[in-house]
């Protein structure tokens, strides 16, 4: 009974380094690794032009759009990566969830809020579009959510307070004894984090992941940007490129398997017509990566 969690599926029969690095490494901190992936976009801007031809601006399809669905389906294809340790034990997360903030406004002292979206990973970016105006639209609203509420419940709290109540929720959910409610106010506790710093015109971070929650992985999506390439004739080209970066809790998935994660992720942003149809397996996009030379 010690094992079971409303978000996660126990995993007792995992590889015996699986089980074991969580004691080697009790924290994400410093189980923390950092990926960088350069994905060429020229082909989704051109996609994005032609699907967006004809239609208002309030209903065009953005490059987040196609990264979110991309994510989604990627998680859903490659299920390690959805994965978590929680008490120094391996859970699969019963949901692809993906949380990242929105800004009431593009100013400095505009507040921000965070949304927390579920996803079957068979859904199409203009499916994906829609759930996220929704949410952006209620992020922006009057209307606060779970998290804003627990926030400004708890800020104006004594500082001793608030940290026997961070540290009574570490504890709680240590022994999977965290109340559901309060884990589901908490957009932590989700697949992926992913921060869109592209949209205000700047590079990527690495991030870093949180201790609190249960996102094992964090995404960076920079700016478009041209930079030199070298093409199939060995010349050097500009061509269009988004600068992606992850940050990983390496106790849940080994190396080899992010790696194949990654590649079936670039697949789906730099070929957008992969993400139409829900029958398009791993092993399709992948076509046997990596090859041996």
């Known amino acids: 009974m010690f094992t079971r969690r409303s978000d996660g599926i126990y995993l007792g029969k995992v590889q015996a380094m699986r089980r074991i690095v969580p004691y080697l490494m009790p924290t994400r901190t410093e189980a923390t ?20 031809a004809g239609r208002p601006p309030a209903e065009h399809v953005t490059l987040f759009h196609v ?77 606060q959510g779970d998290d804003d509420r627990l926030v400004d419940f708890f800020a104006s709290w004594p500082r001793p307070v608030l940290g026997l109540i961070s540290r009574a929720i570490t504890s709680l959910d240590y022994h999977n004894a965290l109340p559901g409610p309060l884990r589901d106010a908490i957009p932590l506790y989700t697949s992926v984090y992913l921060v869109n710093t592209g949209s205000i ?3 990527a971070p690495f991030h870093h992941l949180f201790e609190y929650g249960s996102a094992s992985v964090f995404v960076a999506i920079g700016r478009v940007a041209k930079e030199p390439v070298i093409d199939e004739h060995d010349q050097v080209v500009a061509k269009d490129r988004v600068t992606t970066r992850f940050t990983l809790d390496e106790r849940a998935s080994d190396g080899f398997y992010f790696a194949r994660t990654a590649e079936v992720f670039r697949r789906l942003v730099e070929e957008p017509e992969l993400l139409a149809t829900a029958d398009v397996t791993a092993e399709q996009i992948l076509g046997g990566w990596p090859h041996r030379s």
């Open 67 to 143: 990264f979110l669905t991309a994510l989604a389906r990627t998680l859903k294809l490659r299920p390690e990566v959805n994965r978590f340790i929680a008490g120094r034990r391996t859970y699969q997360h019963t949901e692809i969830s993906i949380s990242f903030i929105v800004k009431t406004a593009m100013r400095d002292d505009a507040p921000e809020t965070q949304a927390r979206l579920v996803f079957t990973g068979d859904e199409t970016v203009a499916q994906v579009r829609d759930v996220v105006t929704a949410a952006v639209s209620h992020g922006r609203g009057s209307e």
């Open 201 to 203: 015109g700047i590079d």
């Open 33 to 52: 690794v950092y990926y960088e992936q350069h994905l060429q976009v020229g082909d989704l801007l051109a996609w994005l032009e032609d699907t967006n």
